[in-house]
C-alpha cells in the first residue's frame, strides 16, 4: 500500500443531499471506478473528450498515473462513501469550465448526479468560473440534468454535433 497522500489533495465537496459528496480522484479509486463502469457501459457518452468508453476508461487511468492532460480535473461522486460517478472538468482556452459526468447504472434516476453536478457548478461559479457542457441532441435525460441545475441552452457546436449549455449562475448570464 501507498501513503495516504494521494497525487492530488482531496478537496472534498458537499451536496445538498447529505450521503453524496465530489472529491477529486485518488489512486486508491481506479478498481472501485473501473468495476462501476465496467459493468455496462453502454449507457456512458464521453463524447465531450471524443473518446469511446474504453477511452474514456484509459483517459481516467491516465489522469490516475499522473498523466493528466493540461486543465483536467476527474472527480467522483459518492454516495454512502460507494463511487456512484465521475464529474469531469476541462479548462477550454478562454477559462471557461467544461463539464462532463456519468453515473454508473445503479445510480441512475436517483438525483445522485443531479446534486453532485449541482454542487460543483456551484463551487467553479463561486470561484468566478463560467461552466459549460457539451451534449448529443439526443441524450433527453443529460439536457434535463442540466436544466433542473441552472444550465440554459447557450448554442449549437457545429464541429462536434452538439447543443452546448451554459451555466447560469449570475444575472449576467441570465440575461445572455
Not at 38 to 46: M, P, T, V
Request: proline share 2%; charged share 30%; glycine share 8%.
Amino acid at each position: 500500500m501507498g501513503s495516504p497522500e494521494t497525487k492530488i489533495s482531496p478537496e472534498i465537496i458537499q451536496t445538498d443531499k447529505n450521503d453524496v459528496t465530489v472529491r477529486l480522484f485518488r489512486d486508491e479509486d481506479l478498481e472501485e471506478f473501473s468495476h462501476l463502469f465496467n459493468k455496462d457501459l453502454s449507457h456512458i457518452r464521453a463524447h465531450s473528450y471524443g473518446l469511446d468508453v474504453a477511452g474514456f476508461v484509459t483517459w481516467a487511468e491516465d489522469i490516475v498515473e499522473g498523466n493528466p492532460p493540461d486543465g483536467v480535473r476527474l472527480m467522483m461522486v459518492c454516495s454512502d462513501d460507494k463511487i456512484a460517478g465521475c464529474i469531469v472538468l476541462g479548462t477550454e482556452q478562454d477559462g471557461t469550465q467544461n463539464i462532463a459526468y456519468a453515473a454508473g447504472k445503479d445510480y441512475e434516476g436517483q438525483g445522485v448526479m443531479s446534486s453532485a453536478v449541482k454542487a460543483v457548478v456551484d463551487n467553479e461559479a463561486k470561484n468566478g468560473k463560467d461552466v459549460i457542457a457539451q451534449v448529443k441532441r439526443d441524450n433527453l435525460r443529460s439536457t434535463r440534468l442540466l436544466g433542473r441545475v441552472g444550465f440554459k441552452f447557450d448554442h449549437w457546436d457545429f464541429e462536434f454535433r452538439e447543443e452546448v449549455y451554459k451555466y447560469a449562475h449570475d444575472d449576467k448570464a441570465k440575461d445572455s
